[in-house]
């Protein structure tokens, strides 16, 4: 078993920058693809980005490519996403989430762990 915790999210003005950070207890994760997705009252939680085991590989939405950036430090079972340029539209609760695997998952039903969720708010 894998458990994530996110860290706390927050609340910011338009154009400022926020990193969140999801740390893993239980199995090392060493060997797991990592992702983070988020999600709005009234819709489906849509993917962000994904992190390969060895972080060679990563793949982000089109929706925030550019601005965000994911990363991970298997020494500390962490993974960050580094949110730049924030947006209205950013504002979700955010999910880290891992899976046993190669490469990088963007499909939600490939992860079998997943975080409690933060909030982000991001105000214009």
């Known amino acids: 078993q894998v458990q994530l915790v996110e860290s706390v999210g927050g609340s910011v003005q338009a154009g400022a920058s926020l990193r969140l950070s999801c740390t893993a207890s239980?199995?090392?994760?060493?060997?797991?693809?990592l992702g983070w997705f988020r999600q709005t009252p009234g819709k489906v939680r849509e993917f962000v980005a994904t992190?390969?085991?060895?972080?060679?590989?990563?793949y982000y939405a089109d929706s925030v490519k550019d601005r965000f950036a994911i990363s991970r430090d298997n020494a500390k079972n962490t993974v960050y996403l580094q949110m730049n340029s924030l947006k209205p539209e950013d504002t979700a609760v955010y999910y880290c989430?891992?899976?046993?695997?190669?490469?990088?998952?963007?499909?939600?039903?490939?992860?079998?762990?997943w975080g409690q969720g933060t909030q982000v708010t991001v105000s214009s």
């Open positions: 989430a891992a899976t046993r695997g190669f490469g990088v998952a963007t499909l939600e039903n490939r992860y079998n762990y």
């Open positions: 992190i390969s085991w060895s972080g060679d590989t990563t």
């Open positions: 239980g199995r090392t994760f060493s060997s797991y693809i």
